[in-house]
C-alpha cells in the first residue's frame, strides 16, 4: 500500500477565503457569522448563518454574480455553475496553486477528482419554477447539469481536462469525508497518484432554511448562543456553504516533484446507524466503529490519538451521540485526545463539513495547534471526563481523527498524521 499525503488546501469559507486568514480566525476562535439574507418583506425563526465574504451570488443570472476578480471565468462556464460551483472552482484554484502542480500534472491519467454537494436547490427550485409557469422550453439548456447532484464534477472535470477516477459522493453531511475516503484508496491501491478532493455547499436560504422546519438549526439572536457545540444548553446549528479542496497524493509523486507536505493522511473507517433516517442514534455505536475501523486501519491504537476534531454540530441529540461514542472509544481518563468542534466558528458545511474539517485538521498539524470549541459556558455534564477544550492549545497534535456524520446515520472518521519526511 502506498502512502498518501496532503499536499495542498484552498478554502472558500464563513472564517476565511485564504489559508492565512483561515488559520488566523482558527487560533483566535473567530466566527465567520453574520445576520440570516431574506427576500424583502420574507420572515424566517433564523437569525444567522456562516456568510461567504467577497462573494455575492444571491441572483439567478450568473453574470450578475461578484467574486474576486482572480479567478478568471469565461461567460459559458459561468452559465453552467451554480453557486457551490463557483466556490469549489475557486478553492480548487488556490488548492493547485498552493500544492504547485500545473495543468500537465492535473489533466493527467494519474490524477482524478472526487467531490460532494447536494446539488442546488436553488438553481433548481428556479428552473421548476419557470417551467411551470412558463413551460419547459423556457429553462436554461443546463439546467440539468448546473443544478443536480454531481455537478462540481459535471463542471471541473471539463474545465481542468481530468483524464483519471472521477466520481461525486452524496451521503449527505457526511459525503466529503466519504470522498476523501475513497480517494485515498484510489491512491493507496496504486490506482491514481494523486487525487484532488472538493466538497461545497450554497449556503443560502433554500440549503439552510429546510433544516428550521426538521427543527435542528438554532433559532438563538446572539451568535455565540446560536453555535456552541458540547454546552449544555445547545439548540441547534447556524448553516454556512462554501467549499473546500484537498490534493491528496502518494507519498512518492509528491517527494519526486518535492512537494511541500501538510501531513500524511493514514487512514479512514466507517460505520453505520442503522436507526434512523435522521437522528444519531443516541448511543454513538456506529461512530464509535467508524473511529475504532480508522484507527486500525491506521495501525494505531486510541492511546495515539492526540485530538479530534468532532463532527459537533451543536444539535442536542446529535452532540449527545458523539460524546457516548468519544466516551466509547477513549474512554473519560487524563489520558484521553484533546477535542473541539470548528464548526462552532464555521456553522454546519453539510456535504462540506468532512473536508473542511479535514483541512483545519492537516492544518492544526502542520502549524503546531488545536482549536478550541468556542462559545461554550458550561460543558454537558454527560461529557465529563472527555477533554473538549474551549481556549487554542498552542501544541502540535501528531495523531488527528476528523468525524463526520450523515443522514441514515452514515459516520466517517479520516486519520491524520505528522508527516516524518
Known amino acids: 500500500m502506498k502512502k498518501v499525503v ?42 444567522f448563518y456562516g456568510s461567504i465574504k467577497g462573494y455575492d451570488t444571491l441572483s439567478y443570472d450568473q453574470e450578475d454574480w461578484v467574486f474576486p476578480k482572480k479567478y478568471k471565468l469565461s461567460r459559458l462556464q459561468l452559465k453552467t455553475m451554480s453557486p457551490h460551483v463557483l466556490y469549489a472552482h475557486c478553492a480548487t484554484m488556490d488548492a493547485l496553486e498552493d500544492a504547485g502542480l500545473d495543468r500537465d500534472a492535473v489533466s493527467d491519467p494519474r490524477t482524478g477528482l472526487y467531490s460532494a454537494s447536494a446539488g442546488s436547490a436553488s438553481t433548481q427550485g428556479e428552473q421548476m419554477r419557470i417551467m411551470n409557469e412558463r413551460g419547459v422550453m423556457r429553462c436554461s439548456p443546463f439546467c440539468v447539469v ?45 490506482r491514481q497518484d494523486r487525487m484532488i478532493v472538493i466538497g461545497a455547499e450554497d449556503g443560502n436560504r433554500e440549503s439552510i432554511l429546510p433544516f428550521a422546519a426538521m427543527r435542528a438549526l438554532s433559532l438563538e439572536s446572539d451568535p455565540e448562543r446560536a453555535s456552541c457545540p458540547f454546552d449544555k444548553d445547545r439548540s441547534g446549528f447556524l448553516g454556512t456553504g462554501g467549499a473546500t479542496a484537498i490534493i491528496l497524493e502518494s507519498e512518492e509523486a509528491a517527494k519526486a516533484r518535492q512537494a511541500s507536505i501538510y501531513a500524511q493522511f493514514v487512514g479512514w473507517g466507517q460505520g453505520a446507524d442503522g436507526y434512523s ?23 494505531l491504537s486510541p492511546q495515539d490519538i492526540d485530538y479530534v476534531n468532532a463532527h459537533g454540530t451543536s444539535t442536542p441529540v446529535g452532540d449527545l451521540s458523539e460524546i457516548h461514542a468519544l466516551s466509547s472509544v477513549f474512554g473519560t481518563t487524563a489520558n484521553g485526545p484533546r477535542v473541539s468542534s470548528t464548526k462552532a466558528l464555521t456553522g454546519h458545511g453539510l456535504s462540506l463539513a468532512g473536508a473542511m474539517e ?12 488545536m482549536p478550541g470549541s468556542a462559545h461554550i459556558q458550561e460543558v454537558d455534564p454527560e461529557a465529563e471526563g472527555l477533554k ?15 468525524n463526520s456524520s450523515g443522514f441514515g446515520g452514515a459516520n466517517v472518521t479520516l486519520a491524520f498524521q505528522s508527516w516524518a519526511g
Open 388 to 402: 473538549i477544550i474551549r481556549e487554542t492549545i498552542p501544541e502540535a497534535p501528531r495523531v488527528v481523527l476528523s
Open 358 to 369: 479535514a483541512g483545519f485538521s492537516c492544518l492544526a498539524i502542520k502549524e503546531g495547534f
Open 277 to 299: 433516517p435522521a437522528i444519531s442514534q443516541p448511543g454513538g455505536h456506529g461512530l464509535a466503529r467508524s473511529m475504532h475501523n480508522a484507527i486500525a486501519a491506521a495501525g
Open 6 to 47: 496532503v499536499t495542498g488546501l484552498g478554502f472558500i469559507s464563513s472564517i476565511g477565503n485564504d489559508i492565512p486568514e483561515v488559520l488566523n480566525s482558527l487560533r483566535e476562535l473567530r466566527h465567520g457569522f453574520e445576520a440570516f439574507p431574506l427576500r424583502e418583506g420574507e420572515e424566517a425563526p433564523v437569525k
Open 146 to 190: 448546473t443544478s443536480t447532484v454531481g455537478t462540481i464534477n459535471f463542471n471541473l472535470v471539463a474545465s481542468l481536462k481530468i483524464k483519471g477516477s472521477v466520481c461525486g459522493m452524496a451521503s449527505a453531511c457526511a459525503s466529503s469525508a466519504h470522498a476523501l475516503g475513497f480517494a485515498f484508496d484510489e491512491i493507496a491501491c496504486g
